[in-house]
């Protein structure tokens, strides 16, 4: 913000403009960092538990009961694709 208000004013890329840019972009991750820590410190006092669970392959992302969660009716979307 305050490195496109430079370059409109002054012109051109210059040292100051790229300093200006560096210390922008630093505190812009500063500030997602630090709520990023809030936000994780707040889920911590909040919460009993969280956990995460990876998919390693394909064979884990079918569950093993699939007919379960098969639809038997066919979508208007998905009519023409047969």
């Not at 922008?24 to 990023?36: I, R």
């Not at 889920?43 to 392959?57: K, P």
Request: glycine fraction near 8%; hydrophobic fraction near 40%.
């Amino acid at each position: 913000m305050l490195g496109g208000l430079r370059y409109e004013a002054y012109g051109g890329a210059d040292v100051n403009h790229m300093w200006i840019n560096t210390l922008e972009e630093t505190l812009e991750m500063v500030g997602m960092a630090t709520f990023c820590y809030a936000l994780l410190n707040f889920a911590e006092a909040r919460m009993t538990s969280f956990s995460f669970q990876f998919v390693t392959g394909p064979s884990d992302a079918v569950p093993q009961n699939i007919e379960k969660y098969e639809s038997k009716e066919v979508s208007p979307i998905t009519q023409n694709l047969n």
